[in-house]
């Protein structure tokens, strides 16, 4: 454990205080093993929630649904006890113990949630919450900077995801990830499925940390190491991998589908492997091995067929029972010893023997040694990639991935146990760790061991979540092992065990070598390209807002007007240009005489813009803009709205006295309140681009004149007001009642601006007294 800043506060937790918040995922995985004991076939849960957005609350119970809940609760419970062990005495345990219910609770409604929007608002709390658990040593800047890196990489995809669901939305009819199972088949020739797939695998991508977002789950490892083992053997990185498999049931036979999936997981498992050699710290090593994982477990969705299915959820539950206790190995190793790197540790079973057998048992699986359940998955995926065709890249990036695999589960558990580095600097007083930390990992290995032995005794788990993926009436591929089986595998395995050996003997060179070529090659990978957009935006804040937040209101004015006629021209060209059709009304309905007080209104409005255009000083464009309001207000009243004018004539007095009265107080105070002067050169580009605006405005009027009256609104408030609201003025009703959210949210929004500006006015009259003091 890392030392406890000082600043920090809280008391530490008691022992059954501990135990009572062990008992959340202890009852959850109790209620998951009870939901399997019963489950035949999946069944959902709904209820009627936003219904004007057709977002109902639907929750799918499925097996691939509950074999994730297996792993959320499961590994989740060892990560409580470990957590317990790991930061005892530590002051903000009880934060950490909150932070990991939550987003076990945003797990669980991310793979219970059957609604695409449902799981996008599940999908970003993990990513906040994950934020919160990386930087939970907030006074660490790395912890800091690695929590923001993530944050910002799975928040952008996150709304990729959202831009994709939605569109699919749109294209489908449905939200509804069963449902979108069985409609997506029939839609592959749309020319923009393809684009709104994209958007769905890009958040996945950055979810799951697939090339080439895949540098952020390495810097995670800041935070505390039972995060780490919950995030990246059971969790979140899992998610985007979870969603592609959700998707996999409707787009399996899918050209683009398959290629994309093959080609991204192959460079994400052969390039993460290879990353893995240029590190020294024990958990970063371990997580780039993740980040291989999750490619290859991508590269097997993108596999068509039973086997593939077969083959993903096996290598799910196989990568948690090794990774997460792998993960408690380098937390029990810093914990017992103070450092990671592996350069300074060795023959650390003498001094921490229960973290070396965990390490071993753990590692034996990593490795795909026969009698584990890493020896099991392997044989799956050998043979889901052997009855279907694969990309050359795919056989390259699996043959680098098990090699290089061998050789981290050779590190992790024979290098820094049995082997001296030569210069033997681990500390004298490395010591093995309190029970709680040895015991959670050695269960969990010990479980992935014996299910090794016995996969017969999850097959029917693993092909019910198989099921979820590939929803085939039966499924035929099993898991199982037998004599058959290692027969068959025994040259593969043999083969892989010795390269891996190779590996390992030669980590040390490979590492240099590696270095070289790196130090060679052009920095363009996503780490460098993150950094790179990260430096530069303040720089493009600052220049951005030096050009449009000047200060000077006229400007403000013009951006304003200018971004109107330019949207609203833009629409109508665009109509226009596709032949929709923009039907003007007749002249004759145009040329009607208006009655005398319209046309006194009209020329009030026009004398008041004209004016507004020629005016100088500050006061005399005040009066002038007046004009045009009183013109308005007169407009309204001839026209059959006397309370709307009545409104305007008093809110445009209030305003131009207000206005005046500041205006006056500012020249007598002496400050020098208007500094831009209405410049000579600005005044043909704003005549401009107010002859555009008019015109804009004009023929926009002119179109909705042209249609016809919709009186639906009207003829409801008239039925409404009274009988629903009590009131015979329909204005008010609206205003008062139908609206009430909306002028309780402008006048909030008011009264808010007054007390924003209340200290700038204090601050105003400070400069101003100081300088009368001063002169």
Not at 220 to 236: D, I, N, Q, R
Not at 254 to 262: A, K, N, P, R
Not at 389 to 396: N, S, Y
């Amino acid at each position: 454990m890392a030392t406890v800043d000082s600043r920090l506060y809280g008391s530490p937790l008691s022992a059954p205080e501990k135990w009572l918040w062990c008992m959340f995922p202890l009852c959850g995985l109790a209620v998951v093993l009870w939901l399997w004991s019963g489950y035949e076939s999946a069944y959902t849960l709904s209820y009627s929630w936003f219904t004007a957005i057709d977002l109902p609350l639907v929750l799918r119970v499925d097996g691939l649904a509950l074999l994730m809940l297996s792993l959320i609760y499961g590994v989740g419970l060892a990560v409580f006890v470990y957590a317990g062990a790991y930061l005892d005495g530590h002051p903000q345990l009880r934060r950490l113990y909150v932070l990991l219910t939550a987003f076990a609770l945003a797990m669980t409604g991310c793979v219970l949630a059957d609604h695409l929007l449902l799981l996008f608002v599940f999908w970003e709390l993990t990513s906040v919450l994950s934020f919160l658990l990386v930087s939970f040593d907030g006074f660490n800047k790395q912890a800091r900077q690695s929590a923001r890196q993530a944050m910002l990489v799975t928040g952008a995809g996150g709304l990729c995801l959202l831009g994709g669901g939605l569109w699919l939305w749109q294209l489908a009819g449905t939200a509804r990830l069963s449902e979108l199972a069985e409609v997506l088949p029939t839609m592959l020739d749309m020319p923009l499925l393809k684009w709104a797939v994209l958007l769905v695998m890009l958040g996945a991508f950055t979810k799951s940390a697939q090339f080439p977002f895949q540098f952020w789950l390495p810097n995670a490892m800041s935070a505390p190491t039972p995060v780490s083992a919950y995030l990246h053997s059971a969790t979140m990185v899992k998610l985007g991998v979870y969603l592609l498999a959700r998707f996999d049931a409707g787009l399996d036979s899918w050209t683009f589908w398959q290629f994309s999936l093959e080609a991204i997981g192959s460079l994400t498992a052969g390039w993460g492997m290879m990353l893995a050699l240029r590190e020294r710290d024990l958990k970063r090593i371990l997580a780039w091995s993740t980040v291989a994982t999750l490619g290859t477990m991508v590269v097997m969705i993108g596999l068509p067929g039973t086997y593939a299915a077969l083959g993903v959820v096996t290598l799910l539950v196989a990568h948690a029972l090794y990774k997460a206790p792998l993960f408690f190995v380098a937390g029990n190793v810093d914990h017992g010893s103070g450092t990671r790197v592996i350069d300074r540790l060795g023959k650390l079973q003498r001094k921490m023997p229960w973290t070396a057998l965990v390490a071993m048992l753990a590692g034996l699986s990593m490795a795909g040694v026969p009698l584990s359940l890493g020896f099991v998955a392997k044989d799956v995926l050998g043979t889901a990639k052997a009855v279907q065709d694969t990309l050359f890249l795919t056989v390259a990036a699996n043959t680098v991935f098990s090699a290089i695999a061998v050789a981290v589960a050779g590190v992790a558990a024979v290098r820094i146990f049995w082997q001296h580095p030569g210069e033997n600097v681990t500390p004298a007083t490395a010591h093995e760790v309190a029970w709680p930390m040895r015991i959670a990992p050695l269960v969990i290995a010990l479980l992935g061991l014996l299910l090794g032995m016995f996969p017969q005794w999850i097959t029917s788990h693993l092909q019910a979540a198989a099921q979820a993926i590939q929803p085939l009436d039966t499924v035929f591929a099993s898991v199982r092992f037998d004599a058959e089986v290692l027969r068959s595998a025994a040259g593969t395995v043999v083969m892989t065990l010795l390269l891996g050996a190779a590996v390992f003997y030669g980590w040390d060179r490979l590492h240099n070598g590696f270095e070289r070529v790196l130090h060679w090659l052009p920095n363009w990978g996503g780490a460098a390209v993150y950094q790179r957009i990260v430096v530069r935006i303040p720089r493009w804040s600052a220049a951005v807002t030096r050009r449009l937040q000047h200060g000077a209101l006229s400007d403000y004015t013009l951006w304003l007007v200018g971004f109107t006629t330019l949207a609203l021209g833009t629409a109508l060209l665009w109509t226009a240009w596709y032949g929709r059709g923009l039907v003007l009304p007749s002249w004759s309905s145009l040329l009607v005489q208006p009655d005398a007080g319209v046309a006194a209104a009209v020329a009030l409005l026009t004398c008041g813009a004209v004016l507004t255009m020629v005016a100088s000083r500050p006061v005399l464009l005040l009066l002038a803009s007046g004009l045009v309001g009183y013109g308005s207000a007169l407009l309204f009243l001839f026209l059959g709205a006397p309370d709307v004018a009545l409104t305007q004539f008093v809110v445009e007095t209030i305003l131009v006295i207000v206005m005046v009265s500041i205006l006056m107080l500012l020249q007598r105070s002496g400050v020098d309140y208007y500094h831009e002067r209405r410049r000579a050169e600005k005044r043909p580009l704003t005549l401009l681009l107010a002859l555009c605006f008019a015109s804009v405005m004009t023929l926009a009027l002119l179109l909705m004149l042209a249609l016809p009256f919709d009186t639906q609104l009207s003829d409801f408030f008239a039925e409404q007001s009274y009988t629903a609201a009590h009131g015979l003025n329909v204005v008010n009703v609206i205003l008062v009642d139908f609206r009430a959210m909306d002028t309780f949210g402008e006048v909030s929004v008011l009264l808010l601006s007054l007390l924003a500006a209340w200290p700038l006015l204090a601050g105003l009259r400070a400069r101003v007294q100081a300088r009368q003091e001063a002169n």
